[in-house]
């Protein structure tokens, strides 16, 4: 089973899935578990992703493993706004999904939004 810890001491994930904004959002989610389960969770992400393209308001997904055989992933998710998640994280689907994560898995998840920085950075 899945244990989700926060990303951010102050605004839970729970939090922030409350946001009405009609912007997009970006939702960030770093996956620990043993190097040995890495493959397990790859298989598990992969099939949640599959499930995910198919729902309005995705709009794509990168996944990363870190080097040297490390056991920490992050996925970047891009949907058109926080409402489009929601109705995904609450989708029975995913949610029958959970139960396969590799035992001992920790996740993190956290929605963003790109900010404009003058001269490096565009919103």
């Not at 389960?37 to 990363?64: C, M, N, Y």
């Amino acid at each position: 089973m899945l244990n989700v810890q926060e990303l951010d001491q102050f605004v839970s994930h729970q939090d922030q899935l409350n946001d009405d904004s009609r912007e997009p959002a970006v939702l960030i989610n770093i996956f620990h578990v043993t190097p040995e389960q890495g493959d397990k969770l790859e298989a598990v992400w992969g099939d949640i992703l599959r499930t995910f393209r198919s729902l309005p308001g995705f709009i794509s997904a990168q996944f990363h493993r870190g080097t040297s055989g490390s056991g920490t992933f992050l996925n970047y998710s891009v949907w058109e706004s926080v409402a489009h998640y929601r109705a995904a994280f609450e989708n029975p689907e995913f949610r029958k999904k959970l139960v396969s994560y590799p035992d001992g898995a920790v996740a993190t998840p956290h929605l963003f939004r790109k900010v404009a920085i003058e001269n490096v950075c565009v919103a």
